[in-house]
């Protein structure tokens, strides 16, 4: 069973992990451009941030069931993505994508349930 109090660590997982691709994403760019010295940068970065993703998953893993804390982290990404979207770009949620949050929502109390 999960513990509702480690919601922020899931967002904070999720982070790491995005920001992790991201930054991969700009160090081989930087490659791409023989910009090496920015390229070292990224990929220090980007390392950085697979460590804290690996370490956040192994704290979690010893705290809940990995078929409870993969559907959560998911989940507090997406909407988090959702929320950004909204806040940061003003996108507008329809409400399909309303819906499709809801489900999402509802897919990890279900997951995450105790048997």
């Known amino acids: ?38 390229a070292v940068l990224y990929a220090g970065a980007a390392g950085l941030a697979i ?12 705290r809940a069931d990995l078929s409870a804390m993969v559907p959560i982290a998911v989940g507090v990404n997406l909407a988090s993505a959702a929320i950004i979207a909204v806040v940061v770009f003003r996108e507008r949620l329809s409400g399909a994508k309303l819906a499709g949050l809801g489900l999402i929502a509802l897919g990890v109390v279900c997951l995450s349930v105790s048997r």
């Open 1 to 38: 069973m999960i513990a509702w109090l480690d919601l922020p660590l899931y967002g904070l997982y999720a982070l790491a992990g995005t920001t992790a691709a991201a930054t991969a994403k700009l160090a081989l760019a930087a490659v791409g451009a023989r910009a090496m010295g920015r």
């Open 51 to 62: 460590l804290a993703s690996f370490g956040l998953l192994l704290f979690l893993l010893r």
